[in-house]
């Protein structure tokens, strides 16, 4: 079965070696406070901040999932608001699981083939700020933008990241960049959090999640030193300052991490690739008979997650069809769920893979 599912998906080839290796190292077995550990750990580290291009002074800690990274925000970065700009599904949850800790906590929700634009955020903040009679954003308000929503295909471009920064100096700015971390090239310096769970486009197998945090993140931490949860940032900072972690994590995921960094190649390279696909993919479902994008705004695209609109019937038909054909396809999520269809875009995919998917697309005809 050939996984284009936009997640969990295909992992790369080479995790099959590299599970091998691990059981043979003994690796499975470290103990979290041995050097070995810690040797591992800050290996990793390196590897992600060389390849993925991520500035030296940024703090990297790890989590179990993005809905961890959800909670562990929500637990430590919010003080008493948090304002959400979403459109699709994951943006929702992160607002939702945000708003049960903090009633204050704000979304503002636009179409999605609408490109934001700073004056519409300001607007929002300003009507946001006015219901709770203050003149304007307060210095530690966390300022969320889910970068690449996976449920409809569409993208935050990292143009508007940076000019919110510019207009909002002092808040912070948290990215969920589940899908598109590792696939897409980031400058991180415009936004002060980052992260992304390992199964989308670092092709690896759930159970792991990378938090990317800024200088200004980690002083924010500190000065807020919120440390009742046994994941509160607090203890997830200082204990990656010794290479450690909070409890026993999930080593073999750290492991497959690092084998799967040292491999790869740099993100600028990734970059260029997994957007020539995109643009391939795009053009080949505008002139397809059945399905199109669903997003009509290019400049809003995802480039890892193409959604595909189409009949419900047909989109029923062709995951059947895609089944037996040995291709797995991501189903519609959410409101999409009977109207769209998802393929990932995703580094582990190989050339020839999506050649096949492509023709088995142009040779199969439906209702
Ligand atoms: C997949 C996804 C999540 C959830 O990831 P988990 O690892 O299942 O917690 C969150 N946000 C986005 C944008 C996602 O694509």
Avoid at 77 to 101: C, D, I, M, P, R
Avoid at 170 to 195: P, R
Avoid at 281 to 303: D, T
Wanted: with cysteine; proline share 4%.
């Amino acid at each position: 079965m050939i996984n284009f599912n936009v997640g969990p998906s295909k992992v790369y080839p080479a995790i099959q070696n590299f599970l091998q290796e691990a059981y043979e190292t003994g690796i499975l077995g470290l103990p979290h406070r041995s050097q070995e550990f810690m040797d591992m750990m800050k290996k990793v580290i390196f590897l992600l901040k060389q390849k993925l291009q991520i500035p030296p002074q940024y703090t990297i800690i790890f989590a179990s999932s993005a809905t961890e990274c959800w909670e562990i925000l929500a637990q430590s970065l919010v003080v008493s608001k948090s304002y959400h700009l979403l459109n699709g599904a994951f943006g929702e949850k992160w607002y939702q699981y945000t708003h049960y800790l903090h009633r204050k906590s704000e979304k503002h929700v636009f179409e999605i083939n609408d490109s934001l634009d700073v004056e519409r955020i300001q607007t929002f903040f300003t009507f946001a700020e006015r219901r709770s009679g203050k003149a304007e954003l307060e210095d530690k308000a966390l300022i969320c933008f889910t970068q690449n929503e996976t449920s409809n295909g569409t993208q935050v471009p990292l143009e508007i990241i940076k000019q919110v920064q510019e207009n909002f100096p002092k808040q912070l700015i948290a990215v969920d960049a589940t899908s598109s971390m590792a696939g897409i090239e980031f400058a991180w310096q415009n936004a002060d959090i980052w992260y992304a769970s390992v199964q989308k486009c670092f092709g690896l197998p759930a159970g792991l999640a990378i938090m990317v945090l800024s200088e200004k993140a980690v002083a924010r931490v500190y000065e807020i030193g919120e440390h009742k949860h046994y994941n509160s940032l607090l203890k997830l900072c200082e204990q990656i300052q010794k290479f450690q972690t909070t409890h026993t994590p999930n080593v073999l995921g750290l492991y497959l991490l690092m084998r799967v960094m040292e491999n790869n190649e740099n993100i600028k390279d990734i970059d260029k690739k997994i957007r020539i696909r995109a643009e391939n993919w795009y053009r080949f479902f505008e002139k397809h008979p059945y399905f199109r994008p669903l997003i009509h705004n290019e400049k809003v695209r995802s480039s890892t997650v193409i959604a595909l609109q189409g009949k419900p019937e047909r989109i029923a038909a062709i995951k059947e069809k895609a089944k037996q054909a040995g291709f797995r396809l991501g189903n519609g999520y959410d409101k999409w769920k009977e109207n769209t269809f998802r393929i990932a875009n995703f580094p582990a995919i190989s050339e020839q893979e999506i050649k096949q998917l492509q023709d088995f697309f142009l040779q199969t005809e439906l209702e």
